[in-house]
């Protein structure tokens, strides 16, 4: 009888750029509907606005800064391969 417990890896990586490259898409993927309803509740908002441009402005700016936080999350996958090349990993 073999008594020793065989523990599969549940993440599915071997090394630590597989884990942060796989934790950069898992972001990327849970960003697009993020993204999405900040830029959907901005446009109700400028809609909503009344001519008011306090709302307007507001409006403007979360979607300014959805799109910029897009775009971090986008760039974030050029990182792991900046560090990687840097450090001489594969």
């Known amino acids: 009888m073999n008594l020793l417990a065989k523990l599969e890896n549940p993440l599915g990586v071997g090394n630590i750029t597989?884990?942060?490259?796989?934790?950069?898409?898992?972001l990327q993927?849970?960003?697009?509907?993020?993204?999405?309803?900040?830029v959907l509740y901005a446009g109700f908002k400028i809609m909503t606005s009344a001519g008011d441009p306090k709302q307007w402005e507001e409006g403007k700016?979360?979607?300014?800064?959805?799109?910029?936080?897009?775009?971090?999350i986008l760039?974030?996958?050029?990182?792991?391969?900046?560090?990687?090349?840097i450090l001489g990993l594969k």
């Open 18 to 26: 597989e884990l942060i490259k796989k934790l950069i898409g898992f």
């Open 29 to 38: 993927l849970a960003a697009i509907p993020v993204v999405a309803i900040m």
């Open 61 to 72: 700016k979360i979607i300014l800064y959805a799109a910029i936080g897009y775009g971090i």
């Open 75 to 85: 760039i974030g996958s050029g990182f792991v391969y900046i560090i990687q090349d």
